[in-house]
């Protein structure tokens, strides 16, 4: 148990829906980050949040749209995917956002179809 | 662009000695990480170096060398439990705050 819990685990979608993915963090830190995992690939990181206020967003398209309404909570809004956009979605906290040892949650392994 | 290698698979022997190498090329260098992920398990944090030279922990040692850009993950005594992917991790500095960028992983398998 790393303190930061993702839900759902797994979800599948269809390329027209509208899906959420949820991270929360029972740490007291107060950078969250959403990183993208696929096969063969390296963790990329997405976004950065550092007391609720985004500090990085690196190039992602926009049908990924993250929110984080506190320090504790962190939301990744999903439209209009496409297939190459299943991978497993990985959440993550720290005290803050330099430099410091990531706190990973399990992720939400999605399959768009 | 930034690079990091490690190699995709090994495997060892329960009880042995294994290293595992990174080699990287990055704009900005902060520190080096190491993680290991179980199969559909969270990375969990395993090292941090961020002077040169080894830094032991337990059955565990990571290795820094920033002018080579080099380090490796040193498991001493294999268990089964050793089994799982161990990522490298390059932190540096980004727009807004200090990113990892990731290797692909290497993916070790210990057999009895």
């Known amino acids: 148990e790393t303190g930061v819990t993702q839900t759902p685990r797994h979800l599948v979608m269809g390329m027209t829906n509208k899906k959420s993915l949820k991270c929360e963090q029972h740490l007291g830190h107060n950078a969250m980050y959403w990183y993208k995992q696929s096969a063969k690939k390296p963790l990329e990181l997405m976004f950065v949040y550092s007391l609720e206020e985004r500090v990085e967003n690196n190039s992602v398209p926009s049908r990924f749209s993250p929110e984080c309404p506190n320090s504790s909570h962190l939301f990744l809004h999903l439209h209009t995917l496409q297939p190459e956009d299943s991978a497993l979605y990985l959440c993550a906290s720290s005290p803050t956002h330099h430099n410091e040892k990531l706190f990973f949650g399990s992720g939400t392994q999605l399959s768009v179809l | 662009g930034q690079n990091i290698d490690q190699p995709t698979e090994m495997t060892a022997t329960e009880g042995a000695i294994v290293q595992i190498n990174c080699t990287y090329q990055t704009s900005g260098f902060n520190g080096l990480f190491w993680y290991q992920q179980h199969a559909g398990e969270a990375p969990t944090f395993l090292s941090y170096n961020v002077l040169d030279g080894l830094e032991e922990k337990g059955r565990f040692s990571s290795f820094l060398s920033r002018s080579k850009g080099y380090s490796y993950l040193l498991l001493k005594e294999l268990q089964m439990k050793d089994s799982a992917s161990y990522l490298c991790?390059?932190?540096?500095?980004?727009?807004?705050?200090?990113?990892?960028?990731f290797g692909k992983g290497t993916k070790l398998s210990v057999i009895p």
């Open positions: 991790a390059v932190s540096r500095p980004g727009a807004g705050s200090y990113q990892l960028t």
